[in-house]
């Protein structure tokens, strides 16, 4: 069975560092764009950001220069270095990717909690 696997969410003060990880496990022929997602309490979820199968990214503008995104081909992972994380930074981070032949799909979320 092909499925996401997350790790890295916790509690951070204010100003701290966060990174998730996000691997795909499973018999896959290819993965194509993969990104995290984030849905604080009562709000939608959306992208926080994303990355090709080349590396090109796409930042959501509240994060742009404090969150990285990366991706190890030969692990099939991806990574979300959170530096000068905020209390508005607070959500369950889910992870997505395009997978072959697999389709769309999602981790279970990892909660990310940032105190003032």
């Known amino acids: 069975q092909v499925q996401l696997v997350e790790s890295g969410g916790g509690l951070v003060q204010a100003g701290g560092s966060l990174r998730l990880s996000c691997a795909v496990s499973?018999?896959?022929?290819?993965?194509?764009?993969m990104g995290w997602y984030r849905q604080a309490p009562g709000e939608q979820r959306e992208l926080v950001a994303a990355i090709t199968r080349g590396g090109t990214t796409n930042y959501a503008h509240t994060i742009t220069g404090r969150f990285t995104i990366s991706r190890d081909n030969a692990k099939k992972t991806i990574y979300l270095q959170m530096n000068s994380l905020k209390p508005e930074d607070t959500a369950v981070y889910y992870c997505?990717?395009?997978?072959?032949?697999?389709?769309?799909?999602w981790g279970k979320g990892t909660l990310v909690t940032v105190s003032s």
């Open positions: 997505n990717a395009s997978v072959q032949p697999v389709g769309s799909l």
């Open positions: 499973g018999s896959i022929a290819s993965i194509n764009d």
